[in-house]
């Protein structure tokens, strides 16, 4: 029997379908790079410790230079050292929204509001402010959400002074208002069922406008589930899909895959959204609590990946994410914890992280004879090799590889094979093992801290009849 070897693209995204001998694609803290020499699959930043904190995590912000974190009911500044220090008390375990002005952060929770000048804390009891559970900044101006579909504008300087006067409803639709956020020097007003887009005309109680054609037939799910990038915003819609704004029409990024995905979870209202800027690329993040999902969407690749904490493929800790003091931080909603994302780091504050590709399906397709069986006798890996420790965990690493030879409905068990251990660079990586069937997936994690980078795969393949 001859076999050919044929290349197969082993960089891709995460792409489960319904069907899945259609695709059973996995990329798990595993992100697509492309540069002009080709493509790869690198490894997710580990988390590596930075602050210790206490409580479970409410929310993350930097102000001024500095972070600031909620913690059970304390508000907590943390120092460029890590060092957590108590200014007051944050009732309530509800999720926190920050916007900050020249002269304070604000935080709204549970329809409450407080401010803090770094070192104080305070609560906004002003009498015409109803019960906001987001907050943002524009033009020295603090926006809250109200009541009924209704949103307030404060007093230019003062976000925690609020006339009666400057109440506005967003009325294209009735549904109610969700959340208000603002990207370049825009208010966005979400709702459960649609979003109006406004602007500062400095003209009226309140002094904002709508904007012709910003009216979007799309509404937000959660009040939590928005963010962006340098280039555009994106937000879980009120139907379970995921958009990106150009201009003001939403376009949908989420796969049918990712949608297939949302659509089973018994709660997305508690979705929340991040994003960052890692090397040079963009990616955007939507973890689900409730669901225990994380996804994560390579802006510059057009890519979902998955993010997961432990060896479970649960979501990832992360409840929060600022840049600050030159680094990548997130806060762990576990504990108060606050790491810093790192590329030099391979565990999640020293747990194990799994890495994990599953390839695309292996077919009769090449050889131009749909719907014949295949036979494999090798899978050869292109990635980075000797890349094993000195000592410990990881000095001689492996792959853990299985098979699936009915399209990932079951898998083989696994084999472990080398990667190479320090310094052995000219290393073959190859699994040989027969395996036949008309829709076969190999399956390759990684679960010692090493640095992991896929470039390409061949399988040896031969037709094997009907």
């Known amino acids: 029997m001859t076999f050919t070897a044929v290349p197969l693209d082993i960089v891709g995204p995460s792409y489960e379908s319904r069907s899945k001998p259609l695709s059973a694609q996995v990329s798990r803290n595993l992100y697509p790079e492309v540069n002009p020499t080709g493509k790869a699959l690198q490894s997710w930043p580990g988390a590596k410790a930075f602050s210790t904190g206490s409580g479970a995590n409410r929310g993350l912000a930097a102000w ?120 370049k020097q825009q208010l966005f007003l979400f709702g459960t069922h649609t979003t109006e887009t406004w602007y500062n005309s400095g003209v009226g109680n309140p002094p904002f406008d709508r904007i012709e054609g910003g009216l979007m037939p799309v509404g937000i799910a959660g009040a939590y589930a928005v963010t962006n990038t340098d280039q555009t915003l994106y937000f879980l819609g009120h139907d379970r899909s995921i958009y990106r704004l150009e201009g ?6 989420s796969t049918i895959a990712i949608n297939n995905a949302i659509e089973r979870y018994s709660v997305v209202s508690d979705c ?62 576990r504990n108060g914890n606050v790491y810093e994302w790192d590329l030099s780091t391979f565990t999640d504050n020293s747990d194990t992280i799994i890495r994990e590709r599953v390839l695309p399906p292996i077919t009769s397709a090449p050889f131009g004879a749909a719907g014949q069986r295949v036979i494999v006798s ?44 320090m310094g052995d660079y000219a290393l073959k990586v190859k699994y040989d093992h027969f395996a036949t069937g008309y829709e076969i997936l190999y399956k390759v994690r990684v679960s010692d801290p090493v640095p992991v980078a896929i470039y390409a795969s061949t399988v040896h393949i031969a037709l094997g009849g009907y």
Request: aromatic share 12%.
């Open 378 to 421: 090798q899978l050869e890996l292109i990635l980075e090799r000797g890349v094993g420790l000195a000592t410990g965990q990881g000095s001689a690493p492996v792959l853990m590889i299985s098979y699936s030879d009915d399209g990932g409905r079951t898998w083989s068990a696994e084999s472990q094979v080398s990667p190479g251990v």
């Open 248 to 253: 003001y029409q939403p376009i949908q990024v």
């Open 64 to 183: 001024q230079g500095v972070v600031y974190a909620v913690n059970g009911t304390t508000l907590y500044s943390v120092s460029n050292t890590g060092a957590q220090t108590s200014i007051g008390t944050i009732t309530g375990s509800g999720y926190c929204s920050f916007a900050g002005s020249s002269s304070y952060l604000y935080i709204v929770t549970e329809g409450s509001v407080y401010r803090t000048d770094g070192s104080t804390l305070s609560s906004v009891t002003d009498s015409d402010l109803e019960t906001p559970n987001t907050v943002a900044f524009i033009n020295s101006q603090l926006v809250y959400d109200g009541d009924a579909g209704r949103f307030c504008v404060s007093d230019a300087g003062d976000g925690g002074s609020i006339n009666g006067l400057n109440y506005a409803t967003a009325e294209s639709d009735a549904d109610d208002l969700t959340c208000v956020y603002t990207f």
């Open 272 to 333: 929340r959204a991040f994003s960052l800027k890692l090397q040079g690329q963009s990616f955007v993040i939507f973890t689900f609590p409730t669901a225990n999902k994380t996804w994560a969407y390579s802006e510059t690749f057009g890519a979902w990946f998955e993010l997961s904490y432990g060896v479970d493929g649960g979501k990832h800790l992360v409840n929060g994410y600022v840049y600050a003091y030159g680094k990548h931080l997130i806060s762990d909603y």
